[in-house]
C-alpha cells in the first residue's frame, strides 16, 4: 500500500484553534514557541545560532499558522516537548519521513478529531486526526493495528500499516525489526531490508547495499565503514568525518561550530565564534529530513 503522508512544512504554531484553546494570546503563543525552537535548535550543541537561526524560528511559527486556521486544529504542547527532547538526543537530527508512520515515533503538534477510517488531510507534523492516528492515502489510520491483516485485497485497499501480498492476494502486517523480508518496501517504517532482515542503519564492518544502511551512512563496499578522513574521497554527498567538510568531493578540514572567527562554508561569526548559517543546518528538517 502507497503510504500517503505528503511533505509539508517543519513546524506548526497556532492560529485561531490554537488561541482558542490555549487562552493564550495569539502573538504571545507564537513568539513563545518560537522561543522554545530558537533555544532548542540554534544552541552550542547543534552548533547553530545567529540572525539565521533564529529567522527560521520566528518564519516556522508564521508558515503553518494559516493550517491550523484553515483545518481547526489544536496545538499539542506534549508533541512539541517530545520532538524537542527527541531532537536534542538524536544529535539536532530530525525523524525520517518514513520513520513518521512507524508506530509510536512520530506525533502531530497540530492535530484535529477525525477518528480512524474518516477522510483526512495532513503533512508533516499535522493532520485532522486524531492524536496517535496518521493520515495516510487520505484517511486516518492507526500506524499501531493490523486489524486488516487476513483480509483479501482483491477488491479491497489493504488499510494501512498492512500492505497487499498479491501472491496470497491477503492483506500483511509488514515485517517488524527482526523479520524476514525480500525488500526494503516490505519492512516497517523506518526500517530496511538487509540481508533477508528488517533492521535499522547498521554499525561499522556490517554488510550494506547502500549508503542509508548504515549509520555512517557511509557504504564503500558492502561493509559500512567510518566516515572518510582528511584526503579521502566524499564523492556521493558521503558525509566526512567530524571537523571536516567536502570540498570538490574530497573531505579536507575546516573550521567547526564553536571555533574562533573565520569561519567555514555554510557558517556565519556569532558573538566571535562560527555557527552554522543555513535553515537546513539549523533546524530547517526540525520534524522530518
Not at 533492521?199 to 561499522?204: F, L
Not at 555554510?266 to 520534524?287: E, I, K, P, T
Amino acid at each position: 500500500m502507497r503510504r500517503g503522508l505528503g511533505v509539508a512544512s517543519a513546524v506548526l504554531l497556532g492560529t485561531s484553534a490554537l488561541w482558542a484553546t490555549s487562552c493564550i494570546e495569539p502573538l504571545s503563543l507564537q513568539s513563545d514557541i518560537a522561543a522554545r525552537l530558537a533555544e532548542a535548535v540554534c544552541n552550542e550543541g547543534c552548533g547553530c545560532g545567529g540572525q539565521a537561526c533564529s529567522d527560521w524560528a520566528l518564519e516556522e511559527g508564521a508558515r503553518l499558522a494559516s493550517q491550523a486556521e484553515m483545518f481547526d486544529l489544536v496545538f499539542d504542547e506534549e508533541c512539541l516537548s517530545r520532538r524537542i527532547a527527541a531532537h536534542a538526543d538524536n544529535g539536532c537530527q530530525p525523524t525520517s519521513q518514513d520513520e513518521e508512520l512507524r508506530c509510536g515515533v512520530g506525533c502531530n503538534l497540530l492535530h484535529g478529531d477525525r477518528g480512524i477510517g474518516n477522510n483526512c488531510v495532513g503533512g508533516v507534523g499535522f493532520s485532522n486526526c486524531d492524536p496517535g492516528l496518521v493520515c495516510s492515502d487520505g484517511f486516518c489510520a492507526d500506524p499501531c493495528s493490523d486489524s486488516a491483516a487476513g483480509r483479501s485485497c482483491v477488491d479491497f485497499q489493504c488499510e494501512f500499516p498492512t500492505r497487499c501480498d498479491f501472491e496470497s492476494e491477503i492483506c500483511v502486517a509488514p515485517p517488524r525489526e527482526g523479520e524476514a523480508c525480500l525488500n526494503g518496501s516490505q519492512c516497517e517504517g523506518g526500517l530496511e531490508c538487509i540481508a533477508g532482515t528488517c533492521s535499522g542503519p547498521r554499525g561499522d564492518g556490517e554488510a550494506c547495499m547502500g549508503h542509508s544502511q548504515c549509520t555512517s551512512r557511509n557504504c564503500p563496499a558492502g561493509f559500512c565503514a567510518p566516515r572518510p578522513a582528511a584526503g579521502e574521497s566524499c564523492r556521493g554527498q558521503v558525509p566526512c568525518a567530524t571537523g571536516l567538510a567536502c570540498e570538490d568531493d574530497v573531505c579536507v578540514e575546516t573550521p567547526q561550530p564553536g571555533d574562533p572567527c573565520p569561519c567555514g562554508i555554510n557558517q556565519a561569526c556569532h558573538n566571535g565564534v562560527c555557527r552554522y548559517n543555513g535553515a537546513l543546518q539549523c533546524g530547517g528538517s526540525f520534524l522530518v529530513r
